[in-house]
């Protein structure tokens, strides 16, 4: 019965742990902003040669910050957050990234 009661408490104490430092959309957009201005003020030529960087760099290389925060659809959940945001990069069709957030981190996926 001990060990139960261990495992409730260590359990509820993890769900509040992430619950509480779940990334927001506010912190969602901060990283959009910060990103676009870390893309802006670097060389055009070096970003251009950078593969399989973070996807967010090419997402906001394409489009205002501004446009891609109209485009983000908020999932919001109890532990975790998820964000998907839709873009589109000249010639090529529809994109989405989709970033989960958890524990204060913001961990960016592409979807394809």
């Known amino acids: 019965m001990a060990r139960f009661f261990v495992f409730i408490v260590v359990f509820g104490g993890l769900v509040f742990s992430m619950w509480t430092t779940k990334p927001t959309k ?15 003020s670097s060389d055009h ?4 040669q950078l593969r399989g960087g973070d996807p967010v760099d090419e997402m906001v290389a394409s489009q205002s ?30 994109q989405q990234i989709r970033t989960y957030g ?11």
């Open 65 to 94: 910050s501004r446009e891609l925060i109209e485009q983000t659809r908020v999932e919001d959940y109890v532990v975790f957050s998820v964000f998907t945001t839709q873009y589109h990069r000249p010639g090529y069709s529809a």
């Open 102 to 112: 958890l524990f204060s981190t913001l961990i960016s996926v592409r979807d394809n």
């Open 26 to 40: 506010a912190d969602y957009f901060s990283k959009l902003e910060e990103r676009a201005a870390i893309v802006a």
């Open 45 to 48: 030529d070096a970003f251009s």
